[in-house]
């Protein structure tokens, strides 16, 4: 069977304009597939150039292939299962500055870049003092950005309409600022001139960025049916599902030059990402947190099952509808939308997340994922949200550590794990919820200051453990 490349498959030559700092699965699922769309119905004509980031990469194994990979889509769309396929072309080399320094740098002397993607993990986008400028390569990926963006602005003599837009995918809060800020300081540390720091000022756009598609990489299990249905080996084939979702802040000229939005495809570009984390972590991650206690002490493993199964399944969509949704400030029609395509992504079939793998740290979660919303909608319409609150206690019930009268192996920091050992103990449900509700260091405040909120938590509590989650959860559906 023929192996993938560009001499069995008739692979298109791009300009090389994208610079592309990681060849992992979440890039080529992600931006390399925007971009190879944008090349077929805009006339993109954009090649990317992939270096790899650390010392052991994928790069060979993506130059044995001559950039060439297949990417498979899987989940819901348009409101039916779909998988589907497509080999994606718009890489044209991979680098691997550690074996070939030279080859890396020179791209800085290519008058047709323009755009730098990266994604080196949360970790990438750190400050390393050891960095040096005459490093081959620098140790961590700002350094090396910082080494380029000066050969650059040196082979084009400070040329403004030379400067770069970059569009780094780390997932951390304000990766773009985060990333000019480190490499500013290596400027300053290196001794490169104020020339060249206000050439990266000025003539550079670093974005801030949310991205958002799960992607479950190499499909392992399943590579010898899908082979056979290719009819080719293909070492690289990565999997995502079909939802996709790429806020980039920056000024709104980068839309004209990044033609994502004439594809059809869910980039939004704004001057502030703020309002769309918030819908992510309140709506998204808050759900998934929402509804883990429940849907585990029903008697439920997987977050499909739990959509699927109509009492759960009402719970879930109550409480995003009714009460996420409505605290946030972004228009009703996209927070709906949004809403619905998450609904549609715990329905995936060809994706199953355990409720127990999303449990880690559930405290630390419901405080940051989950509260928020809880005291937004307390503040805006001053009443309690049932939904979100019966969530709270049911993450009492779970922390009790028992399901069915079999232990729940509970992953949390020991101080927490210790905290409700202690507390259910006792056994008294008062005291417990009392107890939790006025741990300051679980939630930064005493939620037991909220009128009625003690009482409520209380009472689900109270249900919950006399008589078990699927009639305290079906008795509050119908409160």
């Not at 052991?56 to 819901?76: F, R």
Request: hydrophobic share 35%; aromatic share 10%; with cysteine.
């Amino acid at each position: 069977m023929n192996a993938l490349n560009r001499s069995t498959f008739s692979g298109s030559s791009y300009t090389e304009r994208i610079l592309q700092f990681g060849e992992g699965n979440f890039l080529r699922a992600f931006a390399d597939w925007m971009i190879d769309e944008m090349n077929q119905k805009a006339d993109f004509d954009t090649g990317v150039v992939v270096v790899q980031p650390i010392e052991q990469g994928l790069v060979q194994m993506l130059n044995d292939q001559d950039g060439l990979y297949t990417l498979y889509l899987n989940g819901i769309k348009d409101g039916k299962a779909v998988s589907e396929h497509q080999v994606i072309d718009c890489i044209q080399r991979g680098i691997n500055p550690y074996e070939n320094y030279s080859d890396y740098l020179t791209n800085a002397n290519n008058p047709d870049l323009r755009f730098i993607i990266s994604n080196t993990t949360e970790a990438g986008i750190a400050y390393s003092e050891t960095d040096r400028l005459e490093d081959t390569p620098q140790r961590s990926f700002p350094g090396k950005l910082a080494a380029l963006l000066y050969r650059r602005f040196q082979a084009f003599e400070g040329n403004p309409d030379k400067g770069l837009i970059l569009i780094p995918c780390e997932l951390i809060d304000r990766n773009g600022d985060n990333l000019k800020r480190i490499v500013l300081q290596h400027a300053d540390d290196w001794g490169l001139g104020n020339e060249f720091i206000n050439w990266i000022e000025e003539a550079n756009i670093f974005c801030n960025t949310l991205v958002d598609r799960i992607v479950p990489g190499y499909p392992r299990d399943k590579i010898e049916p899908l082979t056979q249905d290719l009819g080719y080996k293909d070492n690289l084939i990565v999997e995502g599902e079909q939802f996709h979702l790429w806020v980039i802040e920056g000024p709104e000229s980068i839309q004209q030059e990044f033609p994502a939005k004439e594809c059809g495809l869910n980039v939004v570009f704004t001057d502030n990402m703020e309002p769309y984390r918030t819908r992510k972590v309140r709506i998204l991650n808050g759900a998934h947190t929402s509804l883990v206690p429940v849907g585990y002490l029903y008697g439920i493993d997987k977050v499909r099952e739990s959509l699927e199964d109509p009492t759960v399944g009402t719970f879930l969509k109550d409480a995003i509808f009714n009460e996420i949704c409505p605290t946030l400030d972004l228009p009703k029609e996209e927070l709906d939308q949004f809403a619905n395509d998450v609904l549609d992504r715990f329905r995936n079939p060809y994706l199953e997340h355990a409720l127990l793998s999303i449990s880690l740290n559930s405290v630390s979660k419901f405080k940051t994922r989950v509260l928020p919303s809880i005291l937004e909608y307390i503040k805006r319409n001053n009443e309690l949200p049932k939904r979100l609150l019966f969530s709270l206690a049911a993450l009492i019930a779970f922390y009790k550590g028992e399901r069915n009268e079999a232990s729940i192996p509970l992953k949390d920091d020991n101080a927490v794990l210790d905290f409700f050992k202690s507390q259910w103990a006792s056994g008294d449900i008062t005291s417990i919820t009392k107890n939790t509700l006025m741990n300051t260091s679980f939630w930064g405040k005493d939620l037991t200051e909220f009128n009625g909120l003690p009482e409520a938590v209380e009472s689900s509590l109270q249900d919950i453990v006399t008589h078990g989650m699927v009639t305290a959860l079906t008795s509050h559906l119908k409160s």
